[in-house]
Each structure stands twice: as structure tokens, then as C-alpha cells.
């Protein structure tokens, strides 16, 4: 996957906060790299420290939205999570595995839809903000070290 004209154009002009948004976006059920994002975006010259905190804000506002769309739609979520094999997986993930699947929500295809189905499954909130907000920022801070 490679950053589209109009992302590398954003980036460009707003920064943090294009970087923001399109981290947002990403950690939605729309196919976009925050990875190749936050690359780019140090590589034009953003501090990796801010790149790795607009990411993480982005993405964990986006996985609160995806917890809170299961949640609050709850069972009618399901037929559109199972159209996708990512969706099939994340979905039986959650149901087998419970808590434990959560471990997996950083990663790409599966990792947001496991968002979804840990609200509609109604998982503790406390438990899914710790351990999914750690990870996604955690994902972040390797990429912003290992380019900053």
C-alpha cells in the first residue's frame, strides 16, 4: 500500500494534524496506512515525537468510535463485520478468546474489526481502553524511535 497524491499533499501542508486525521481514518474499517503516514510525515520534517502523538490520538479516538459503534448498534453490526474475512476472523476471535483477542488489535485487517466486535460483545471498557490504547501507541513510538 503507498500514500495516495492527495494524503502526501495533506501531510505536506497541515502536519500533526493532517497526520492526526488520516491515523484517525486508518483505524476505521477504511483501508489506509497510518504506518506509511507517520513515515512520511517525519520524513518531511515532522519531530517524530509529535508525529507519534498525533497517531496515537488519531487511532485511539478511532478504536473509541469503533468500540462505541459496537456498542451502541451492537447485533445489527455483525452481518457487515462477517462480509470480510478480516471481520469473520476478528469476530470469532472475540467470541473464542474473549479479552485475549484484544492483544491482536493492533494489527493490520484484523486489529480494527476486533475493535468493533469488543463492542458489540460489550467488553470491559476499562480492560479494552488499557490494553488496545497501549498497543496502538506502542506501535507508534517503534516507528517514531527507529526513524527519529
Given at each position: 500500500?503507498?500514500?495516495?497524491p492527495?494524503?502526501?499533499?495533506l501531510?505536506?501542508?497541515y502536519?500533526f494534524?493532517a497526520?492526526?486525521?488520516?491515523?484517525?481514518i486508518?483505524?476505521?474499517i477504511?483501508?489506509l496506512?497510518?504506518?506509511?503516514a507517520i513515515?512520511?510525515?517525519i520524513?518531511l520534517g515532522?519531530n517524530?515525537?509529535?508525529?507519534?502523538v498525533?497517531c496515537?490520538?488519531g487511532?485511539?479516538l478511532?478504536?473509541?468510535?469503533?468500540y462505541?459503534?459496537?456498542a451502541l448498534?451492537?447485533?445489527?453490526?455483525?452481518?457487515k463485520?462477517?462480509?470480510?474475512?478480516?471481520?469473520?476472523?476478528?469476530?470469532?476471535?472475540v467470541?473464542?478468546?474473549?479479552?485475549?483477542s484484544l492483544l491482536l488489535?493492533?494489527?493490520p485487517?484484523?486489529?480494527?474489526?476486533?475493535?468493533?466486535?469488543a463492542g458489540?460483545f460489550r467488553m470491559n471498557l476499562l480492560?479494552y481502553?488499557?490494553?488496545?490504547f497501549?498497543?496502538r501507541?506502542?506501535?507508534?513510538?517503534?516507528?517514531?524511535?527507529f526513524?527519529?
Amino acid at each position: 500500500m503507498e500514500l495516495s497524491p492527495w494524503m502526501f499533499d495533506l501531510l505536506q501542508q497541515y502536519g500533526f494534524w493532517a497526520l492526526l486525521l488520516i491515523s484517525f481514518i486508518a483505524a476505521t474499517i477504511v483501508p489506509l496506512s497510518s504506518e506509511i503516514a507517520i513515515v512520511t510525515s517525519i520524513v518531511l520534517g515532522l519531530n517524530w515525537v509529535e508525529a507519534v502523538v498525533a497517531c496515537s490520538i488519531g487511532n485511539c479516538l478511532a478504536c473509541s468510535l469503533n468500540y462505541g459503534m459496537g456498542a451502541l448498534i451492537g447485533k445489527p453490526l455483525l452481518p457487515k463485520l462477517e462480509k470480510s474475512k478480516g471481520g469473520r476472523t476478528a469476530k470469532r476471535w472475540v467470541e473464542k478468546y474473549g479479552l485475549y483477542s484484544l492483544l491482536l488489535s493492533w494489527t493490520p485487517i484484523f486489529g480494527d474489526p476486533i475493535t468493533i466486535a469488543a463492542g458489540i460483545f460489550r467488553m470491559n471498557l476499562l480492560y479494552y481502553v488499557l490494553i488496545v490504547f497501549s498497543l496502538r501507541i506502542f506501535r507508534y513510538a517503534i516507528v517514531g524511535v527507529f526513524l527519529g
